[in-house]
């Protein structure tokens, strides 16, 4: 016998996209459920993402999210772009009208979401499992999931799929409903966090012939360093001293830049793709942030769409479910997409001029250098960067 219970807007997974969705109904009077697979403590350790679009960081204050992103958010109003041993700053802000981004980690935005979730009365449940989503194609879905021991059932008005990309919400689309786009990138991303000051003041994104590297941060503390790695790699072939050396030649200047180390606190290895389901919707069930794309990391911003959607999708939902006003819910996915592949576009053209190709191909080698320069000799080139990297305003 399962326990039976009911909400307007069933949420699957508890990251940036959930959190968010059940805050902003919330504020429009909508009752929504939270479900998430993992403990709170492992959500809000997870280290992922840091950079956040303007529009992001609008978004998280005119919400009552930004009192914590306001003190300790940190504003960069240029990057660095690194080849051939010398650097050159994008001068972001100068190229997009005063526009910025903000260093703020994910798990500090999903803490920050937890506690406005849970202040304000949410309902927001962890580690939840075997989770299926039912008659999602009638008015009356549910989820049946398993939580402290017992089965229990939520049926909803509409489920909102925010499991990311390793979730059941889109696997619960029948086959041929929806169309999946795909490219898997040869090479994956080994990040570190480590306990030592930032080498830099503002992201360095380095282009080396043994491979992309990136410098960014979290606190005068902490550093946070990503290179590239071979995807079939296992963190074992890469201890401390090898990252550190591996860094240190790849960020290596003419004139003698130094690299500050420190005790690796964190590591892991990404894979990057790029994957797109169209549309984002089926029936009642509403796909947003990673469980509808993914981006590879190189443009900052897989989780700047997850807000961008979820800020989409709660507008839509509100109207409907609160007047009946159903055009917002009709254009959900196409409103959507429109951003989602601007920003594909952006993050697959960022990451093809950074790595270094397979096979290391000289062709392609050549043709980065050259658009390289370009990007850093040209304001209209530069600008285009700068554009789409602190994020184009309504696209
Ligand atoms: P997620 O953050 O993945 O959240 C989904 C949630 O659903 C998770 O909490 C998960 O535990 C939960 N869940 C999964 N399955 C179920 C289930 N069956 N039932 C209930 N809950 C479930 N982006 C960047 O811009 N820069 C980066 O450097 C960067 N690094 C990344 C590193 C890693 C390892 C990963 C995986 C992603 C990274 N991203 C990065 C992408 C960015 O973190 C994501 O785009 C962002 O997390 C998307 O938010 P989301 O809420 O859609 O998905
Ligand atoms: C970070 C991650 C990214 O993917 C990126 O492009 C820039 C910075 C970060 O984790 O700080």
């Known amino acids: 016998m399962s326990a039976v219970r009911s909400t307007q807007v069933g949420i699957v997974g508890g990251g940036p996209a959930g959190?968010?969705?059940?805050?902003?109904?919330?504020?429009?009077?909508?009752?929504?459920?939270?479900?998430?697979?993992?403990?709170?403590?492992?959500v809000e350790q997870r280290v992922r993402a840091g950079v956040l679009e303007q529009g992001t960081v609008d978004l998280l204050k005119a919400n009552d999210l930004g009192e914590r992103l306001q003190r300790e958010g940190l504003v960069h109003e240029g990057l660095e772009l690194r080849f051939d041993g010398i650097g050159h700053r994008i001068p972001l802000a100068e190229l997009t009208g005063g526009r910025a981004i903000t260093v703020y980690g994910q798990q500090k935005v999903v803490a920050d979401l937890t506690d406005a979730r849970l202040a304000a009365g949410g309902d927001l449940l962890f580690e939840?499992?075997?989770?299926?989503?039912?008659?999602?194609?009638?008015?009356?879905p549910s989820i049946h999931f398993r939580h402290?021991?017992?089965?229990?059932?939520?049926?909803?008005?509409?489920?909102?799929?925010?499991?990311g990309y390793h979730g059941v919400s889109r696997d619960a689309i029948p086959a041929g409903a929806v169309q999946v786009y795909v490219r898997e990138y040869p090479f994956a991303w080994l990040g570190i966090l480590a306990e030592a000051p930032p080498s830099s003041e503002e992201l360095i994104y380095c282009h080396h012939e043994r491979g992309f590297a990136l410098h960014s941060l979290r606190s005068p503390e902490l550093s946070r360093l990503y290179l590239q790695c071979d995807p079939s790699d296992e963190l074992d072939v890469w201890p401390d001293e090898r990252i550190w050396e591996e860094l240190r030649t790849r960020f290596a200047t003419r004139d003698g830049?130094?690299?500050?180390?420190?005790?690796?606190?964190?590591k892991l290895i990404t894979p990057m793709r790029s994957v797109v389901?169209?549309?984002?919707?089926?029936?009642?069930?509403?796909?947003?942030?990673?469980?509808a794309h993914t981006v590879p990391p190189t443009g900052a911003k897989?989780?700047?769409?997850a807000v961008n959607d979820v800020r989409i999708l709660a507008?839509?939902?509100?109207?409907?479910?609160a007047s009946g006003a159903s055009e917002g819910i009709a254009r959900y996915s196409e409103q959507c997409l429109e951003k989602v592949w601007r920003v594909q576009h952006f993050s697959w053209w960022m990451t093809s001029m950074l790595h270094r190709p397979a096979g290391r191909d000289p062709?392609?080698?050549?043709?980065?250098?050259?658009?390289?320069?370009?990007?850093?000799?040209?304001?209209?080139?530069?600008?285009?960067?700068?554009?789409?990297?602190?994020?184009?305003?309504?696209?």
């Open 302 to 305: 897989g989780l700047n769409l």
């Open 277 to 291: 389901v169209e549309p984002m919707q089926y029936g009642r069930l509403f796909l947003a942030g990673d469980a």
């Open 148 to 163: 402290d021991g017992a089965d229990h059932e939520l049926r909803c008005e509409v489920i909102a799929g925010c499991d």
């Open 363 to 395: 062709f392609e080698h050549k043709l980065q250098r050259a658009q390289l320069r370009y990007v850093t000799r040209s304001r209209a080139a530069a600008t285009t960067l700068a554009e789409n990297y602190v994020g184009l305003a309504g696209a």
């Open 257 to 266: 830049f130094t690299l500050n180390e420190g005790p690796v606190v964190d």
């Open 128 to 140: 939840v499992g075997d989770v299926s989503l039912h008659a999602i194609d009638s008015d009356a």
């Open 315 to 321: 507008g839509a939902l509100a109207d409907w479910l």
């Open 19 to 42: 959190l968010l969705l059940g805050h902003l109904l919330a504020r429009q009077g909508i009752d929504s459920v939270v479900l998430e697979a993992r403990s709170r403590p492992y």
